[in-house]
């Protein structure tokens, strides 16, 4: 089962190595206006105060899905932490132990909260492909079978073979965010830092 | 509607050759960038009260990642390996007519390219670059809303997108001139036309001379307040509209751009100056060095940057006091969000007059009035425009304000139906309008 987690891991880095390779054949856009403002501090603050959720009326308006996605992000990358832990051999101190058991549980219960939220919501159903369903489902189990682990470590086979179908679908799914988040949100960032845009000056909500 | 009926007839006449062509030019628009925004949404939908279509109806049309993603199914079946194995379950899609009428609806009926969702996208996708490479596909297509494309042609055939001969701008430059000398007394206050080695190039949109022409005489008297050395082009380089920023033709966008330019090579003026209107100044800004593949020779300015210059450096005075109406300011997209000018208008008006509130949300996180993105020369949409519309029609009745500024003669025009369709009972300038009426010409 550990080599199927390995093999499985190396496939994703290639997978996704491969994506941005791809990517970045699309080649460069080179500009010829003259800049008003900084690309790396537009960058910058795409990664720092652009993310605040203070920054983005959408999250504002949205508190309890931004806090299920960030929940489920946590849990799924604290199930990572450890997963990694377990293939290693090591064992967490009880009192990170607890901690990883928090984040795995309120991970597979934001994952489930917008599972269900996908499904019930007309407008988010309709906006949904399979990958939407198979990628939520893949990463809250993979959280939840993390968090019964600590509890049942008979379970450990099972919440490894997960991992791997995770770690095989996370580059041919939008689990590939994982890497284009980052990418992506560098050129948002460029792009409006360039323009003079970001970071911005007033308080647009005054 | 026989707009609607040729659009419809030229969907149902698209043979496989269109399609290709389409997927061609496509592809020629995308680089890393618009790339990465196709592999980045996770469909959740949080961007939707974004938009101000769906503010105003909240149907799934109206959602911008839905908008994204009818072209994005389109590119993984097309450049994408999973999208070619397992186009099912990534929600790939094979462009046929169905989905062509689909890109039509989304990118030029359902958005004006304001950028708002981009900002507000958790993940950070700049979706306006996206719908610009499908509308320059559907271009290629012979797909272009042809009252949006008439505009275009109007600024290739006659150097200016209303069509107005050289006579008649010669003429209401003269005339605007008198009026200029009468209102400041002053027999040489003038608008100079063809000064050659004149400091400053100024452009102004075709609706100034057409059916705005105060403002023009109030950006007229703040250059001769500030004893500006200025002059306007009597040939196709006085029209700073770009209409080829939203049929996405970068050949014919940069023609257009080439006007400005040979007039200032041909008057060799040291600075461009962009008049009040959001979409000229992000596509002569912005837009036009990368359709001409060359960086400008001159350097180039929004008017509101100069007038914010000319209070700075004291070559003009105001008084507020003169302006006594509570105010408020709009935020043009293509000026603010995507253009960078933020500032500036709001220390001019902030001395300009004495009560200035702001809306809110402002500045990048603006709302668009609805007529961007070509909207207004769409007749086909016009109803979804007006609906559109009313976000803003709201944020303008919550100030209180009796005045409207608009630095955008585009935004103006949707401002003033939105101003008749909801009742807001507000007049509407530009901020040269503001700073000439309180210019203090004695100082």
Request: hydrophobic share 25%.
């Given at each position: 089962m550990r080599l199927l987690v390995l093999a499985s891991a190396i496939w994703t880095i290639l997978a996704m190595a491969f994506l941005h390779h791809k990517t970045k054949g699309f080649g460069k856009r080179t500009l010829f206006s003259k800049p008003a403002g900084s690309p790396r501090k537009g960058a910058l603050y795409a990664f720092t105060?652009?993310?605040?959720?203070?920054?983005?009326e959408s999250v504002m308006l949205n508190l309890p899905s931004y806090v299920a996605g960030m929940a489920f992000h946590a849990g799924v990358f604290s199930a990572f932490g450890l997963m990694c832990l377990a293939l290693l051999g090591f064992e967490l101190p009880f009192f990170l132990l607890v901690i990883a058991q928090v984040f795995t549980l309120l991970g597979a219960i934001g994952g489930l909260s917008l599972f269900v939220k996908r499904i019930v919501k007309a407008e988010l159903r309709g906006l949904s492909c399979p990958d939407d369903f198979v990628s939520n489902l893949l990463s809250t189990a993979f959280a939840l079978l993390a968090f019964l682990w600590t509890l049942v470590p008979s379970m450990e086979s099972l919440w490894l073979a997960e991992g791997a179908l995770l770690l095989i679908y996370a580059p041919i799914g939008k689990i590939r965010h994982c890497l284009f988040f980052f990418t992506t949100r560098y050129h948002l960032g460029a792009f409006f830092g360039r323009r003079g845009t970001f970071p911005p000056e007033g308080n647009s909500h005054a | 509607m026989p707009e609607l009926d040729e659009l419809e007839s030229r969907l149902d006449a698209l043979v496989e050759g269109d399609f290709q062509r389409g997927l061609e030019v496509f592809r020629s628009k995308l680089k890393e960038a618009e790339a990465s925004y196709l592999n980045s949404?996770?469909?959740?939908?949080?961007?939707?009260?974004?938009c101000h279509y769906h503010r105003a109806d909240a149907t799934l049309e109206n959602v911008p990642a839905h908008k994204l993603d009818v072209i994005a199914a389109v590119f993984k079946r097309n450049f994408t390996a999973m999208g070619r194995v397992a186009p099912g379950l990534v929600g790939a899609r094979t462009f046929d007519r169905e989905m062509a009428k689909a890109w039509v609806d989304a990118v030029f009926?359902?958005?004006?390219?304001?950028g708002r969702c981009s900002i507000n996208c958790t993940i950070g996708i700049a979706m306006p670059r996206i719908f610009r490479a499908a509308r320059a596909a559907l271009g290629a297509m012979g797909l272009t809303p042809s009252d949006l494309q008439a505009t275009v042609d109007n600024s290739l055939q006659h150097g200016n997108n209303m069509a107005i001969t050289q006579e008649d701008w010669v003429e209401t430059v003269q005339w605007i001139e008198e009026e200029l000398q009468m209102e400041v007394d002053d027999p040489e206050a003038k608008l100079p036309?063809?000064?050659?080695?004149?400091k400053i190039l100024f452009t102004v949109n075709p609706r100034e001379p057409k059916f705005f022409p105060l403002s023009l005489q109030a950006s007229a008297k703040v250059f001769w307040a500030a004893k500006e050395d200025w002059t306007l082009s009597s040939?196709?380089?006085?029209?700073?509209?770009?209409?080829g920023l939203f049929n996405c033709k970068d050949d014919e966008a940069g023609a257009i751009t080439q006007n400005l330019v040979d007039a200032m090579e041909r008057l060799g003026c040291k600075t461009l100056v962009i008049g009040e209107c959001g979409h000229g100044y992000g596509a002569a800004r912005w837009e036009g060095p990368e359709w001409l593949q060359k960086s400008y020779p001159f350097e180039i300015k929004s008017i509101l940057e100069l007038m914010d210059d000319y209070l700075r450096e004291g070559r003009i005075h105001v008084d507020p006091?003169?302006?006594t109406v509570p105010v408020t300011l709009h935020d043009p997209c293509n000026l603010?969000?995507?253009?960078?000018?933020?500032e500036a208008q709001r220390r001019v008006l902030r001395k300009s007059v004495t009560t200035f509130t702001e809306m809110t949300?402002?500045?990048?996180e603006n709302f668009c009035c609805?007529?961007?993105?070509g909207q207004l020369s769409m007749a086909r949409y016009k109803n979804r425009r007006i609906q559109s519309g009313g976000v803003k029609a709201g944020q303008i009745k919550d100030t209180g304000a009796k005045i409207v500024v608009a630095p955008c003669h585009n935004c103006i025009d949707q401002l003033m139906e939105l101003n008749k369709e909801y009742k807001l009972n507000v007049q509407i300038k530009t901020v040269a309008e503001m700073v000439a009426d309180a210019i203090v010409t004695t100082a």
């Open positions: 105060r652009g993310m605040a959720p203070w920054a983005k | 949404c996770v469909h959740c939908g949080l961007c939707a009260s974004s009926g359902r958005c004006s390219l304001c036309l063809d000064k050659k080695g004149a040939d196709p380089g006085w029209d700073l509209t770009n209409y006091s003169k302006n603010v969000r995507h253009g960078g000018i933020c949300p402002n500045r990048a609805g007529g961007g993105g």
